[in-house]
């Protein structure tokens, strides 16, 4: 069985403050790890997709890294826009192949 | 559209009733998800389509839940006999290609509950 486990639940951070979020997984063949960012009220948006360990992408102050047990999320100077939900979500190659396996999420503040 | 749609976005059921939830993906999306999100967790997979196909159930809690896609694109979502561990928000997701590697995207949710 997947499985995803977020951590901090919470993070509380001063605008300008460089801080990462990560995302432990086990998974029968790792087909992608997804990250999603989700406001209040809204469903999750699609942040970046990796594939195998070593990748990396960016979206302007967000960076994705991925091991073969991990992913961090960095965020490089925060601003209070980034405050939301961040998910991450696995898919595998075994059984449910279709599905993602969401963790519970990091819950992100950042004060002005 | 330019995005997912869903409706209604609330949903207000008592306990014994049936609902039915609706899925606008958006246009020429071949894959389609149901999920369901409860207070303070992450979505939950309910069920698959590949066009009108679908290929996985798995995730539906009981045979009171059913969801359908006859035409390969609006999709359904119904639940007979509502029972108050039914109330969370379903949200459906739709991507251009088959299977999940592709970008995701997700409607804004219906939030159900059940009195």
């Known amino acids: 069985e997947d499985q995803v486990t977020q951590s901090p639940e919470a993070l509380r951070l001063q605008e300008g403050e460089s801080s990462s979020l990560n995302c432990s997984y086990t998974?029968?063949?790792?087909?992608?790890l997804f990250w999603y960012r989700q406001d209040p009220g809204k469903g999750p948006e699609f942040l970046f997709t990796l594939y195998s360990a070593g990748e990396e992408k960016e979206k302007e102050r967000l960076k994705a890294t991925l091991t073969k047990k991990e992913s961090f999320l960095h965020i490089t100077a925060p601003k209070p826009e980034d405050s939301a939900t961040y998910l991450c979500?696995?898919?595998?190659?075994?059984?449910?192949?279709?599905?993602?396996?969401f963790g519970k999420g990091t819950k992100l503040s950042v004060i002005p | 559209g330019a995005g997912v749609s869903q409706s209604p976005r609330y949903k207000v059921a008592k306990r014994g009733q049936d609902v039915a939830l609706r899925c606008d993906p958006i246009?020429?999306?071949?894959?389609l998800f149901w999920y369901q999100q409860a207070l303070g967790q992450g979505p939950e997979f309910l069920t698959y389509f590949q066009n009108e196909a679908q290929l996985d159930k798995s995730g539906l809690p009981s045979d009171r839940f059913f969801a359908e896609r006859p035409e390969g694109s609006v999709s359904t979502l119904k639940i007979q006999r509502t029972q108050q561990e039914d109330s969370a928000v379903y949200l459906c997701?739709?991507?251009?290609?088959?299977?999940?590697?592709?970008?995701?995207?997700f409607g804004q949710g219906t939030r159900l509950t059940v009195v």
């Open positions: 246009s020429g999306h071949v894959s």
């Open positions: 997701a739709s991507s251009l290609g088959a299977g999940m590697n592709t970008e995701a995207f």
């Open positions: 998974v029968s063949g790792l087909r992608g």
């Open positions: 979500a696995v898919q595998g190659s075994g059984a449910g192949s279709y599905q993602l396996t």
